[in-house]
């Protein structure tokens, strides 16, 4: 069974700053990897996602994520934040077996401070 | 294009009522979930379908929910009876599979309170 953890519930970083957001996946066969952003009172929307071929993929709004298999992990991260980027994050993994049964981890909060 | 609609947006009811959570999917997606968010627990997935087929109810509650979908474009999810440990958000999402790799594509949500 597929799983997702994410590392830190809660981020603060100084807008222009970098952003790190961790997230490692166990899965036993190969994943499709996703980032959801979550704005208040709102659905989840999809920021990028890797399925197959290059490892690092680019989504909207400047985000980005680099699969990387022997550690298990599909961190996101955005070079300088702004402060429209606070928001709640939630990596997800998906098995492409009965129609892509998709789990999401805890999410981690973004905070952005002037 | 319409995404995915659910109605009501928000639910006050009071324990021992019954609820009904209504969602109408991406018309073409051939995938839809049921998700439950809170603070405690965060997004579970309670039930998914595939083909209107239900495939996986492993993180339905308990007895008290059930879900269905009796076509394409549409499927419930009803309470009953609720209780105010139910109180959460709930979502439905919809996706097709064999187009777009598994993205799902979020309602709004309905947040029910159980009083």
């Known amino acids: 069974a597929q799983s997702v953890t994410q590392l830190g519930s809660h981020v603060s970083v100084s807008e222009g700053a970098l952003v790190l957001l961790r997230c490692n996946y166990s899965?036993?066969?190969?994943?499709?990897l996703f980032w959801y952003v979550q704005y208040p009172n709102q659905g989840l929307q999809l920021l990028l996602k890797y399925t197959t071929g290059a490892t690092l993929v680019k989504g909207i709004n400047g985000f980005e994520a680099e699969f990387k298999k022997s550690e298990t992990s599909f961190h996101l991260t955005k070079p300088s934040a702004h402060m429209s980027d606070a928001a709640e994050y939630f990596c997800a993994v998906s098995e492409t077996t009965g129609g892509f049964k998709t789990i999401f981890g805890a999410g981690t909060r973004l905070f952005v401070k002037a | 294009d319409a995404g995915v609609i659910q109605s009501p947006r928000h639910e006050v009811t009071e324990m021992g009522q019954e609820v009904t959570l209504r969602c109408k999917p991406i018309?073409?997606?051939?995938?839809l979930f049921w998700y439950r968010q809170t603070m405690m627990r965060g997004l579970e997935l309670l039930i998914y379908f595939n083909n209107n087929v239900p495939i996986d109810d492993s993180g339905m509650p308990e007895d008290r929910f059930s879900a269905k979908m009796p076509n394409a474009s549409f499927s419930t999810l009803k309470i009953q009876p609720s209780e105010p440990r139910d109180s959460a958000v709930y979502f439905c999402?919809?996706?097709?599979?064999?187009?777009?790799?598994?993205?799902?594509?979020f309602g709004e949500g309905s947040r029910l309170t159980v009083l």
């Open positions: 999402a919809s996706s097709s599979g064999t187009v777009n790799t598994g993205e799902l594509f």
């Open positions: 899965s036993s066969v190969p994943p499709y």
């Open positions: 018309s073409g997606h051939n995938s």
